[in-house]
Protein backbone atom coordinates (compact mmCIF):
# COMPACT_ATOMS: atom_id res chain seq x y z
CA UNK A 1 0.00 0.00 0.00
CA UNK A 2 1.37 3.25 -1.00
CA UNK A 3 1.92 6.07 1.75
CA UNK A 4 -0.45 9.04 0.99
CA UNK A 5 0.18 12.67 2.33
CA UNK A 6 1.59 16.08 0.99
CA UNK A 7 5.28 16.73 1.47
CA UNK A 8 6.21 20.71 2.85
CA UNK A 9 2.21 21.33 2.08
CA UNK A 10 -0.48 22.16 4.50
CA UNK A 11 -2.86 19.48 5.11
CA UNK A 12 -6.53 20.65 5.24
CA UNK A 13 -9.15 18.32 7.59
CA UNK A 14 -10.65 17.47 3.94
CA UNK A 15 -7.61 15.86 2.76
CA UNK A 16 -6.63 14.02 6.09
CA UNK A 17 -10.36 12.41 5.83
CA UNK A 18 -10.08 11.39 2.16
CA UNK A 19 -6.59 9.89 2.79
CA UNK A 20 -7.91 7.85 5.92
CA UNK A 21 -10.47 6.48 3.77
CA UNK A 22 -8.42 6.17 1.09
CA UNK A 23 -5.64 3.43 3.64
CA UNK A 24 -8.55 2.04 6.10
CA UNK A 25 -11.05 1.03 3.31
CA UNK A 26 -14.01 -0.28 4.36
CA UNK A 27 -13.11 -1.15 7.78
CA UNK A 28 -13.36 2.79 8.49
CA UNK A 29 -16.99 3.30 10.62
CA UNK A 30 -16.09 7.25 11.82
CA UNK A 31 -14.06 10.37 11.00
CA UNK A 32 -14.85 12.85 14.17
CA UNK A 33 -13.82 16.72 14.77
CA UNK A 34 -14.00 17.16 18.22
CA UNK A 35 -13.25 20.29 20.76
CA UNK A 36 -13.55 23.26 20.20
CA UNK A 37 -13.55 23.28 15.71
CA UNK A 38 -16.29 20.62 16.17
CA UNK A 39 -18.58 23.34 17.61
CA UNK A 40 -17.26 26.98 15.74
CA UNK A 41 -15.60 27.94 19.13
CA UNK A 42 -12.03 27.78 18.23
CA UNK A 43 -9.92 30.34 17.47
CA UNK A 44 -8.45 30.84 14.10
CA UNK A 45 -4.56 30.51 14.43
CA UNK A 46 -5.03 29.64 17.82
CA UNK A 47 -7.27 26.67 18.21
CA UNK A 48 -6.04 22.89 17.33
CA UNK A 49 -8.31 20.64 15.13
CA UNK A 50 -9.51 17.63 16.82
CA UNK A 51 -9.62 14.56 14.98
CA UNK A 52 -10.44 10.99 15.63
CA UNK A 53 -10.85 7.79 13.73
CA UNK A 54 -12.86 4.39 14.46
CA UNK A 55 -12.15 1.42 12.30
CA UNK A 56 -12.74 -2.10 12.51
CA UNK A 57 -9.25 -3.01 12.21
CA UNK A 58 -6.25 -1.24 12.57
CA UNK A 59 -3.19 -3.04 11.00
CA UNK A 60 0.29 -2.54 11.07
CA UNK A 61 0.52 -1.95 7.30
CA UNK A 62 -2.05 1.16 7.49
CA UNK A 63 -0.26 2.65 10.11
CA UNK A 64 3.08 1.99 7.77
CA UNK A 65 0.81 3.79 5.43
CA UNK A 66 -0.55 6.98 7.06
CA UNK A 67 3.28 7.80 7.87
CA UNK A 68 3.72 10.41 5.57
CA UNK A 69 -0.33 12.29 5.84
CA UNK A 70 0.59 12.02 10.20
CA UNK A 71 3.58 13.50 9.40
CA UNK A 72 2.12 16.06 7.22
CA UNK A 73 -0.82 17.24 9.66
CA UNK A 74 0.93 17.17 12.54
CA UNK A 75 3.38 19.55 10.26
CA UNK A 76 0.28 21.71 9.70
CA UNK A 77 -0.24 22.99 13.59
CA UNK A 78 -2.35 19.87 14.56
CA UNK A 79 -2.57 17.14 17.61
CA UNK A 80 -1.76 13.42 16.15
CA UNK A 81 -4.80 11.76 15.38
CA UNK A 82 -6.60 9.45 17.78
CA UNK A 83 -6.82 6.13 16.09
CA UNK A 84 -8.93 3.46 17.68
CA UNK A 85 -10.49 0.17 17.11
CA UNK A 86 -14.48 0.16 17.02
CA UNK A 87 -13.90 -2.54 19.93
CA UNK A 88 -11.58 0.02 21.74
CA UNK A 89 -13.68 3.08 21.20
CA UNK A 90 -16.95 0.74 22.22
CA UNK A 91 -15.00 -0.35 25.37
CA UNK A 92 -12.57 2.64 26.77
CA UNK A 93 -15.13 5.23 28.35
CA UNK A 94 -14.07 3.93 32.15
CA UNK A 95 -10.63 4.86 31.64
CA UNK A 96 -10.81 7.88 29.29
CA UNK A 97 -14.05 9.24 30.73
CA UNK A 98 -13.45 12.72 30.37
CA UNK A 99 -12.51 12.90 27.10
CA UNK A 100 -15.58 10.73 26.22
CA UNK A 101 -17.54 13.03 28.05
CA UNK A 102 -16.27 16.16 26.19
CA UNK A 103 -16.44 14.23 22.33
CA UNK A 104 -20.16 12.92 23.92
CA UNK A 105 -21.07 17.18 23.27
CA UNK A 106 -18.80 18.12 20.91
CA UNK A 107 -18.27 15.90 17.87
CA UNK A 108 -18.92 16.37 14.18
CA UNK A 109 -18.95 13.62 12.08
CA UNK A 110 -16.98 14.00 9.10
CA UNK A 111 -17.40 10.66 7.41
CA UNK A 112 -19.18 7.47 8.43
CA UNK A 113 -21.44 7.21 11.56
CA UNK A 114 -19.96 6.60 15.45
CA UNK A 115 -21.16 3.90 17.76
CA UNK A 116 -22.80 5.45 20.03
CA UNK A 117 -24.97 2.67 21.54
CA UNK A 118 -24.43 1.11 24.70
CA UNK A 119 -21.65 4.20 25.16
CA UNK A 120 -21.90 5.83 28.36
CA UNK A 121 -19.75 7.73 30.86
CA UNK A 122 -20.14 6.88 34.63
CA UNK A 123 -19.55 9.44 37.25
CA UNK A 124 -17.65 7.95 39.33
CA UNK A 125 -15.05 7.08 36.61
CA UNK A 126 -15.48 10.97 35.83
CA UNK A 127 -14.34 11.70 39.17
CA UNK A 128 -11.73 10.10 39.64
CA UNK A 129 -9.99 10.76 36.36
CA UNK A 130 -11.25 14.64 36.84
CA UNK A 131 -9.09 15.24 40.34
CA UNK A 132 -6.08 13.03 38.69
CA UNK A 133 -6.05 15.30 35.50
CA UNK A 134 -6.38 18.19 37.97
CA UNK A 135 -3.47 17.85 40.68
CA UNK A 136 -1.10 16.49 37.86
CA UNK A 137 -2.08 19.82 35.93
CA UNK A 138 -1.40 21.34 39.80
CA UNK A 139 1.93 20.06 40.09
CA UNK A 140 2.92 20.67 36.08
CA UNK A 141 1.98 24.26 36.29
CA UNK A 142 4.13 24.50 39.74
CA UNK A 143 7.33 22.80 38.35
CA UNK A 144 6.58 25.24 35.18
CA UNK A 145 6.88 28.70 37.29
CA UNK A 146 10.06 27.22 38.93
CA UNK A 147 11.57 26.55 35.13
CA UNK A 148 10.35 29.81 34.32
CA UNK A 149 11.09 31.75 36.76
CA UNK A 150 11.42 35.55 36.05
CA UNK A 151 11.55 35.00 32.57
CA UNK A 152 7.83 37.03 31.38
CA UNK A 153 7.75 35.12 28.25
CA UNK A 154 8.30 31.78 29.21
CA UNK A 155 5.67 32.75 31.96
CA UNK A 156 3.60 33.97 29.53
CA UNK A 157 3.61 30.65 27.25
CA UNK A 158 3.08 28.68 30.40
CA UNK A 159 -0.25 30.10 30.67
CA UNK A 160 -1.06 30.25 26.44
CA UNK A 161 0.15 26.45 26.24
CA UNK A 162 -1.92 25.43 29.48
CA UNK A 163 -5.55 26.57 28.66
CA UNK A 164 -6.94 24.40 26.55
CA UNK A 165 -6.45 21.22 28.96
CA UNK A 166 -7.97 23.27 31.80
CA UNK A 167 -10.95 24.19 30.08
CA UNK A 168 -11.63 20.49 29.33
CA UNK A 169 -11.17 19.60 33.24
CA UNK A 170 -13.12 23.03 33.59
CA UNK A 171 -16.33 21.04 31.88
CA UNK A 172 -16.14 18.01 33.42
CA UNK A 173 -16.26 19.50 36.67
CA UNK A 174 -19.60 21.43 35.34
CA UNK A 175 -20.67 17.64 34.27
CA UNK A 176 -20.09 16.37 37.90
CA UNK A 177 -22.72 18.82 38.95
CA UNK A 178 -25.07 18.23 36.24
CA UNK A 179 -24.44 20.80 34.17
CA UNK A 180 -24.42 20.79 30.49
CA UNK A 181 -21.58 23.09 29.75
CA UNK A 182 -21.88 26.25 28.06
CA UNK A 183 -20.08 26.61 24.72
CA UNK A 184 -18.85 30.11 25.48
CA UNK A 185 -15.35 29.47 27.37
CA UNK A 186 -15.89 32.51 29.28
CA UNK A 187 -19.20 31.37 30.85
CA UNK A 188 -17.54 27.56 31.66
CA UNK A 189 -14.25 29.24 33.66
CA UNK A 190 -17.20 31.82 35.34
CA UNK A 191 -19.13 28.83 36.28
CA UNK A 192 -16.45 26.72 37.42
CA UNK A 193 -14.93 29.66 39.72
CA UNK A 194 -18.33 29.96 41.50
CA UNK A 195 -18.75 26.72 42.07
CA UNK A 196 -14.99 25.92 43.44
CA UNK A 197 -14.26 29.75 44.95
CA UNK A 198 -11.73 30.70 43.08
CA UNK A 199 -10.86 34.76 41.49
CA UNK A 200 -12.17 33.76 37.59
CA UNK A 201 -10.62 37.34 36.03
CA UNK A 202 -6.80 35.07 36.34
CA UNK A 203 -8.23 32.69 33.82
CA UNK A 204 -10.40 35.24 31.71
CA UNK A 205 -6.85 36.92 30.96
CA UNK A 206 -5.05 34.13 29.82
CA UNK A 207 -8.16 32.99 27.72
CA UNK A 208 -7.72 36.87 26.01
CA UNK A 209 -4.25 36.02 25.61
CA UNK A 210 -5.08 32.63 23.89
CA UNK A 211 -7.55 34.89 21.54
CA UNK A 212 -4.82 37.51 20.83
CA UNK A 213 -5.02 40.18 23.64
CA UNK A 214 -1.70 41.02 25.20
CA UNK A 215 -0.91 40.73 28.87
CA UNK A 216 1.23 43.39 30.33
CA UNK A 217 4.84 42.25 31.06
CA UNK A 218 3.85 44.05 34.81
CA UNK A 219 0.94 41.90 35.05
CA UNK A 220 1.88 38.27 34.29
CA UNK A 221 3.57 37.35 37.38
CA UNK A 222 0.01 38.12 39.60
CA UNK A 223 -1.79 36.71 36.38
CA UNK A 224 0.86 33.69 37.05
CA UNK A 225 -0.18 33.33 40.73
CA UNK A 226 -3.90 33.79 40.49
CA UNK A 227 -3.81 31.07 37.92
CA UNK A 228 -1.53 28.50 40.09
CA UNK A 229 -3.51 29.65 43.35
CA UNK A 230 -7.17 29.04 41.24
CA UNK A 231 -6.15 25.65 40.44
CA UNK A 232 -5.13 24.38 44.07
CA UNK A 233 -8.99 25.72 44.73
CA UNK A 234 -9.87 23.53 42.51
CA UNK A 235 -8.27 20.35 43.08
CA UNK A 236 -9.24 20.97 46.72
CA UNK A 237 -12.96 21.43 45.81
CA UNK A 238 -12.43 17.78 44.03
CA UNK A 239 -11.24 16.10 46.82
CA UNK A 240 -13.93 17.11 48.68
CA UNK A 241 -16.38 16.45 45.89
CA UNK A 242 -19.19 13.48 46.43
CA UNK A 243 -21.28 12.91 43.26
CA UNK A 244 -25.03 13.18 43.18
CA UNK A 245 -26.95 10.72 44.43
CA UNK A 246 -29.60 10.32 41.92
CA UNK A 247 -27.27 10.40 38.64
CA UNK A 248 -25.28 7.96 37.86
CA UNK A 249 -24.06 8.14 34.01
CA UNK A 250 -23.59 10.44 30.55
CA UNK A 251 -24.81 9.74 27.61
CA UNK A 252 -23.96 11.16 24.11
CA UNK A 253 -25.78 14.08 22.30
CA UNK A 254 -26.51 13.77 19.10
CA UNK A 255 -25.71 16.87 17.05
Known amino acids: MAQTGKAGATMTLDELVLQLRQVHGDALQAVVLYGSAATGEQVAGHSDLNVMAVSDTITFEAMRALGQTMRAWQEAGHPPVLELTTHEWRSSADIFPMEYA ?35 KLLRLRRGVMVAGTDHSRQQELLRASLSTLLVIFRAVLRLNGERPPRDADQVIASVSRTCGFDAAPFTRVLALKRGTAIEVRDTQGVLEGYVTGMAALVAYLDRYTPPQDAAELSPVIP
Open 102 to 136: DIFERHRVLHGSLPLEGVAVRLSDLRLQVEQEAMG
